[in-house]
């Protein structure tokens, strides 16, 4: 810390210390006593850890922690503490945390990248989103479809049905029709040459700055893709069902081979029913 300024000699309000008529300056955050001629109050400022002073209020302000003191150069000085930077105003220093550091705007809250900062900032977004099997309200149309894809809707949905209906969507596709499309490439994004695992991801990459296909655009290949799941699952969902009981009818209807224990084909009433029925 640099030295203090002589001015600290006359104790401000902002100085937690005492004068006393006998001479003593008594130190109210350590409770220590010190001669008010000799600059042994001074010297304990300057050495001890319980206090922070700021140089650019003149020494005239003490802190009793360096977080507080960091906050008052934020605060009243709009120095960023990283940079070593000193805005010119308020706005200044909240347009430098936002582009340099990436803060979100609402909790003000730093990030190390784009990425991250815009994966939170969905975090304050109104749930405006409906699930289109359960109704349950979400922030995002990829957050719906990640609950559907989790199988954890209550409409029943399995991965794999978003999957069978997605390809029956690229089969009828102008786009993709008479194409065969592996398995991991059913959820590409066209623009980007990219593709993933499943729809909720696909989703969730269109939903950043740096995909230029956009299904909230309302006219890519993606956005007709979700909306024919949305369209279909439920059918698709119910003949999975159904195809499923007809499979335990038929299992309950098989009827049960009887067989003969080892050793019993020369049981002597065996031989007598087999010599009967010829």
Known sequence: MPKISPNLG???SYTPARLFPNGCTVCTRCHESFLSHDGSYEKHVEESLDHHLCPLCDYKKDFATFTALQDHFEMDHLWCEA???????AEGLENHFVHRHMMCKVCKQTFRGLNELTGHANSHRPLTVSCFLCREAFALRSAAFNHIESEMCQGGALREDVRRVVREFLAQSPQTRGYHIPDNRLFSCQGCQKSYGCLSDLLQHVETRG??????????MIE???QYV????????ERRKNRGIEQQQQQQRRPVAMTI???AAN???VRMLR???F
């Open 224 to 226: 007709h893709m979700v």
């Open 10 to 12: 006359t104790v401000s």
């Open 261 to 263: 224990p080892r050793g």
């Open 211 to 220: 995909c230029f296909e956009g299904y909230c655009k309302g006219t890519g």
């Open 267 to 269: 049981h002597p009433r």
């Open 275 to 277: 010599t009967e029925q």
């Open 230 to 237: 949305q369209m279909n699952l439920k059918a698709t969902i």
């Open 83 to 89: 940079c070593n930077w000193y805005a010119p105003s």
